[in-house]
Structure formats: structure tokens, C-alpha cells
């Protein structure tokens, strides 16, 4: 019988040390043991995975990140809404996709803090809250930044060629004259005809220049106004969908079959060196590949300005938690660690945050060039949100892109195109 | 106690497992598909949805977008099959010719049937591409291109139908080769040996006793690569997702993009349900006119 009190004993003993089941954390405040679900894009999870492996020597939580393509994350998360199957316990997306996912969220109102709002750009706070709630966190903010090849801007014989021809000192473009004429200065052709450097990258299968173009010319919002309602056949939308088909069509500056040109044939054009200037995104000077022709060669300046100014629409993702995650406070956990250490996101490749404490901290850093222009750009006069409304995919794949592509193909007045768009747009409820 | 069964009980007993597999995994699934397209739910609250009647394919059938991908549906179909049917079948019959030394011809014919569609898709992405790809530039080089960026494979609506065509083909030929092949290997060889005797020439031989033999394997081969090709959604969506501006937008992709990417499941399961009936009306009457099952019995 006493043999037997002692066995029990002992079987309890290694039974609760062995035990998977969730106990409380070193620190106490937080269940430890769990594994989280994080669903990321691809290039996100460079920026959590450091932060993960801190998260786990201070929580004793293991973060298990699911990593898909950028239309992934949004294909993925409307599984879950529909499914509810508890797949994912955090997930970072883009702004554009909380109006949509918004009742699926749980509300992280604790989080934003008064010091917590003030360390975040503005338009972060105004996306983050949906129906009353803060529903997202930011875990890095991005904008379309100008990338130029600094090698050829600063070369003798090209700065006395362009002051020449345009009469003023050839620098980084801050007008939409300075980026035209530069980029024709630069597009060169060889004796058979063959182009040998174009002077801009254009994404003529995405519609984010076309929205930055209406901001800098004056748009009180692009594509959509405050109400919702289409504003796309404006003034501004239409001097910015010339300005854009200008570039391509009038002056050829980029290649003749830019329709197809998505972000990764932008990035790849300028990063071969086969383009003399691109906007892009802000990110991108550090993923230029270490074999690239232009390493070592790029600068990068703020977004240029219309008649109202430096205008974008900036890019931030947010941490969110599903209300099937069976994890919900550790999720909790997880979204506020990497708020207080945003920092850590620095060092990955993505080399983007969200908080203006972080981003400072590293203005004048060798490494991070990128990173003052990114401010100017996303503190611009002209900077605004896209519209956050819960058919804005629908509108980018059915309305956007498709006339971004009509217009830089190169035979259609974009003020007919813009006109049909609007009227789509009113289709739709707009 | 000994159960005697008949042979019709008998069989009816070894198709339960493969009937309830069908039920669950493929009946259950369709009819759910079939339900939702009468209903206006979103993917984000499937159950939320009300009864809509025929309005989601109303609105499906009116709009411009499902008949541009109907239209193009038809010309991808047409453009592959032919082709593949086409060059599969001159395949085979050189197989044929050689015997059994094309054994190693015929193997690596068989490589491109290996490789994963999304494989293919990008594949032909790079190679088509119009700033980098290597087709234009071998043009370039050879001197059928005077510049590089001269063809638009992919961003030319007028042409990107045709290219994003071209992996497709090139990845389903050789089964359809394959296909030829053994059924060429069924036909008996005193038939063809009685026509060479009565005087037939080569391509009288090939019309009016290879091809007719043939029936069975071309009906099968037609019926799925047609319905293969119609349904093609990775190959087109990697090389373009549809664009530009729709212009090789067919309709899996429509029902892709309506129901994940805009969440709406209502209208996504009209479109798809009308696929559905669409393809299986089409392979019956392949089957029926092509194949003729039973025929040959008939005539005796």
C-alpha cells in the first residue's frame, strides 16, 4: 500500500512536469505553451521572425508563421471567416482588407493607448478603428518612394548633357515636369533601334501610381471620396491617368508592354539596371539582390509632388486576430510585443516599421537611405489612405487595374477610359 | 448461417464503398454548389445568405464580364485541343513508324507531362516574358526580331489568348501522344496489312481504317482534354491572372476571382453551377457522336 502512495505520487509528480497543457508564463501574466498561427506574407516574415524568437524566450510561446503571397494572405483569412476553423491565431494585412474582415476581428482597444496613438502616424490610428473598435495594430507602414540611379545622375558628362538640354541641374525628380524630363533624358536607344536603358520603370498592371498621381494632383481623395461615392473621372484622376499614359505612350520612357508589368517586373527592370528611375515601393532598397548591376548604384528621394504637394497612399499591414483563434489572449501578447519592440523589424529585410520612434531612430544610418524619403513621403501634404471600403478588391481587379492597363496600352483617350470607370463604379454602388 | 448473394447484389455490394466516396467527396460537395447559387451568401458569413431565386445567374448571364470569359473559354478550348490533337496524333503515328526503337523517344516526349502546371505557368512566364524573355531575344538573335520588346506575349490582348495557349500545349501533347500511341498499338495489324494490299496509300489507310479504329481513344482523349482545357485555371492565372484588362480572363478565373477574391459565394456558384452543366452536356454528346459506343455491335 505504501509502496503504491509513493508510485502515485511520483506519477503525478512527472505527469504535471510533463504536461503539453498551457501553465502561466514566466513573468506570470500571459498562458505559456501555446503555439501560435501567424499568417503572414512573404516578405512580413522577415520583420516578425526575429521578434518571434524574443517572444518566445520571454513568454515560453512558440510562433509557427504561415507564409503566403501577398493575394494569399487576403485568400487564406477569408477561408478562415468562412470557415471558422481556428487555422490562424494572428494575422498581418494590408489596410485595404479591414472594412472586409472588420467583424471577424477582435477589438484591441486596450492596446491603443494615449502614448501608443501618438507614436503612430495618424493615418494608422484612423485605419486601425472600424465600427467603433480598434481592430488592428500596425506592424509596419510603407509608401512609393522615387528610386534612381545615382551612379547616372552623378555622372559629369550626363549632369552637363541634361543642364544643357533642360536648363536646370539634373538631381533626384521633385516635380512631375523634373520626372518626365529626366526620364527621356535617360532613354536611350542603340544603333539598330533597340532600347538600351529606359528612363522609368512603370507598373502598368498595378493601379497604385495612378492613385498617387490623383493625390499629387490634387484629389480630395483618390478613386473615392469621403462618402464613398466615385470621384474617378475628376480633373486630378484624369491629369493624373494622362500624366501616366504620357510616360508611356507620348514619350516612351518605359518599355512598349508595361500593361503586364506587375511589382515584380517593375523591381526587376530597374534592379537589372535596364531602367533609369522607378516609384516603388519603400522597402525595395533593401532587397535589391546582392548580384544586381545596380548595387551600390541606387538613391532614393521622396515621392514627387503635384500642385499639391508630395502625395501617396501609404501601405501599412496590421497584426489582427481572428475571433476563431482559440488563443486569443496570447494572441493578445504576441501583437503587443511586437508593437513595443517594432524596433527589432529594422534588422530583417524588410527593413520597415510603424511607429515614428523606430523609423528616427535610424534616420542618417548607413543602410537605411530609404528611410527619411519614406518619412517625407508618408508626412506629406497629399498623403491619404486608400479607401477602406469592403468591396475595394472588387474595385482594383474589375475597375482600377483594368483601366490602368487600357491607358498604358496605348489607344484610349483616359479621359473615355476614366469616364467608363466611373460609371462602373456607380454600378457597383459608388 | 451462409448468405447467398447474386451476381447483381454481388456487384452492387463491391461499388458501396466507391458510391459513398462519390457521395460524400463529389455528390455532397456539388449539391452544396448548386444550393449556394439560389442564396446571395458571402464567404465571410455562407449561412447568412437569402434566397435569391434565379437572380445570381440573371445577373451572372447579363453581365459582359461572364460573356467575354464564356467567349474565351471557347477559343482556349478551341485553340488547344486541335493542337494538341493535332501534334499528338503525328507524334504517335511517328512512334508508330519507328517501332520499338522510339521507346526512348517516347520517354522524353513524356517530360513535360511530369512537370506541376504551376511549374509550367511560370516557366512560360519567364519565357514569354516581353522585357527578359528568352523567346524574343532568340528572335532577335535569328533575325525574325528586329527589337527584342517587338512581341508583347503576354500584355497584347489581340495575341495573350494565343500565349498563355502555348504551356498548355506544350505540357499535354505527349499525353495525348501517349494516348494515340496505345491505341494505336490495339489496331490489328492484318487490316492495315489487307489495305496495303488492296492498294491504299499511306493517307488512305490513315482516313478510312486508322483513324476510324481510332474512335474510342480519340472520343476519350477529346473528352478529356477538352474538359481539361476548359476548366484550365493555374497555367493562365500564373502567367497573367486574366489580364490585361480581362483579355485571358476565362471562366475558372471568374469564379475564382468572384468567389474568394470579392467573397461573393452566390454568384461564384451560379457561374461555376452553369460550368458544370455546360461541360457535361458538351462530353455527352462527344462521347455520343464521336465514339458511338455500341455501334459496332449494332451493325452486326
Request: with cysteine; glycine share 8%.
Amino acid at each position: 500500500m505504501r509502496r503504491v502512495g509513493i508510485i502515485a505520487v511520483l506519477f503525478v509528480l512527472v505527469a504535471g512536469a510533463c504536461s503539453s497543457s498551457a501553465t502561466t508564463a514566466p513573468g506570470g501574466s500571459v498562458t505559456a505553451g501555446v503555439t501560435l498561427n501567424v499568417l503572414v506574407e512573404a516578405g512580413g516574415y522577415g520583420a516578425e521572425v526575429t521578434l518571434a524568437k524574443a517572444f518566445e524566450i520571454a513568454t515560453g510561446n512558440h510562433i509557427n508563421f504561415v507564409q503566403v503571397p501577398y493575394q494569399g494572405v487576403y485568400d487564406k483569412l477569408s477561408a478562415e471567416m468562412s470557415s471558422k476553423a481556428g487555422a490562424y491565431d494572428v494575422a498581418t494585412i494590408d489596410e485595404v482588407w479591414l472594412p472586409t474582415f472588420a467583424s471577424f476581428l477582435v477589438p484591441l482597444d486596450s492596446l491603443f493607448t494615449a502614448d501608443v496613438k501618438s507614436n503612430l502616424f495618424a493615418h494608422e490610428v484612423e485605419v486601425a478603428q472600424q465600427g467603433g473598435h480598434y481592430v488592428g495594430m500596425p506592424m509596419w507602414d510603407n509608401a512609393e518612394i522615387i528610386f534612381y540611379r545615382s551612379d547616372l545622375f552623378s555622372d559629369q558628362a550626363e549632369q552637363a548633357n541634361f543642364k544643357a538640354k533642360y536648363g536646370y541641374d539634373l538631381a533626384a525628380p521633385t516635380t512631375w515636369q523634373q520626372y518626365s524630363d529626366i526620364a527621356q533624358f535617360f532613354t536611350r536607344k542603340d544603333a539598330s533601334g533597340a532600347a538600351t536603358l529606359y528612363g522609368s520603370a512603370v507598373t502598368g498592371a498595378m493601379d497604385s501610381d495612378f492613385e498617387n498621381l490623383s493625390l499629387q494632383a490634387g484629389s480630395p481623395g483618390t478613386i473615392l471620396d469621403a462618402n464613398g461615392k466615385s470621384i474617378i473621372n475628376n480633373a486630378q484622376h484624369q491629369q493624373a491617368l494622362q500624366y501616366l499614359t504620357d510616360l508611356v505612350c507620348k514619350y516612351k520612357v518605359s518599355p512598349p508592354n508595361v500593361a503586364a508589368s506587375d511589382w515584380g517586373a517593375t523591381q526587376n527592370l530597374f534592379n537589372q539596371g535596364k531602367a533609369a528611375m522607378m516609384m516603388f515601393w519603400g522597402h525595395a532598397y533593401r532587397f535589391i539582390p546582392s548580384d544586381a548591376p545596380v548595387v551600390g548604384k541606387v538613391g532614393v528621394a521622396p515621392m514627387i509632388a503635384g500642385s499639391a504637394g508630395i502625395g501617396a497612399t501609404p501601405g501599412p499591414w496590421f497584426n489582427v486576430i481572428p475571433t476563431s483563434s482559440k488563443h486569443q489572449d496570447v494572441a493578445q501578447a504576441w501583437i503587443k510585443f511586437a508593437y513595443d519592440h517594432n524596433d527589432f523589424a529594422l534588422q530583417a529585410p524588410l527593413g520597415l516599421v510603424a511607429t515614428k520612434s523606430a523609423y528616427n531612430s535610424v534616420v542618417g544610418t548607413a543602410g537605411f537611405e530609404n528611410i527619411k524619403p519614406l518619412l517625407d513621403t508618408l508626412s506629406g501634404p497629399a498623403t491619404k489612405d486608400r479607401p477602406l471600403v469592403a468591396d475595394w478588391q472588387k474595385i482594383v481587379d474589375n475597375v482600377l487595374v483594368p483601366t490602368v492597363q487600357k491607358a498604358v496600352a496605348c489607344g484610349s483617350s483616359p479621359t473615355d477610359l476614366l469616364n467608363a470607370a466611373d460609371q462602373q463604379l456607380k454600378s457597383m454602388g459608388h | 448461417m451462409h448468405v447467398r448473394l447474386n451476381d447483381r447484389a454481388f456487384a452492387l455490394l463491391l461499388l458501396a464503398p466507391a458510391a459513398l466516396f462519390m457521395l460524400v467527396l463529389v455528390a455532397y460537395p456539388l449539391l452544396d454548389l448548386v444550393r449556394n447559387s439560389f442564396f446571395n451568401g458571402m464567404l465571410s458569413a455562407p449561412d447568412a445568405g437569402h434566397f435569391v431565386g434565379l437572380d445570381n445567374y440573371a445577373s451572372a448571364i447579363a453581365s459582359p464580364q461572364f460573356s467575354g470569359a464564356l467567349a474565351r473559354t471557347i477559343l482556349y478550348t478551341l485553340i488547344v485541343v486541335p493542337c494538341e490533337l493535332v501534334l499528338g496524333i503525328a507524334a504517335a503515328l511517328l512512334f508508330n513508324a519507328i517501332g520499338q526503337r522510339s521507346a526512348i523517344f517516347r520517354t522524353v516526349f513524356a517530360f513535360p507531362l511530369m512537370i506541376a502546371p504551376l511549374v509550367a505557368g511560370l516557366l512560360w512566364k519567364f519565357l514569354l516574358s516581353d522585357n527578359f524573355g528568352v523567346i524574343n531575344w532568340i528572335l532577335h538573335w535569328v533575325g525574325i526580331l528586329r527589337d527584342p520588346t517587338s512581341i508583347s506575349w503576354l500584355s497584347d490582348p489581340t495575341l495573350v489568348m494565343f500565349s498563355v495557349a502555348i504551356p498548355d500545349i506544350w505540357l499535354t501533347t505527349s499525353f495525348v501522344a501517349l494516348v494515340v500511341y496505345a491505341g494505336l498499338q490495339g489496331i490489328p495489324g492484318d487490316i492495315l496489312e489487307a489495305a496495303t494490299i488492296d492498294g491504299a496509300a499511306y493517307f488512305q489507310r490513315l482516313r478510312y481504317v486508322t483513324l476510324p479504329l481510332l474512335r474510342p481513344v480519340l472520343a476519350v482523349v477529346l473528352v478529356i482534354r477538352g474538359v481539361d482545357a476548359a476548366k484550365t485555371f493555374d497555367v493562365i492565372w500564373l502567367q497573367t491572372q486574366g489580364g490585361p484588362a480581362f483579355a485571358s480572363e476565362v471562366l475558372s478565373l471568374q469564379i475564382y476571382r468572384t468567389t474568394i477574391r470579392f467573397g461573393d459565394l452566390g454568384q461564384g456558384a451560379a457561374i461555376a453551377t452553369m460550368f458544370l452543366v455546360a461541360m457535361t452536356v458538351v462530353s455527352i454528346v462527344a462521347v455520343a457522336r464521336v465514339w458511338r459506343p455500341g455501334e459496332g455491335a449494332r451493325r452486326a
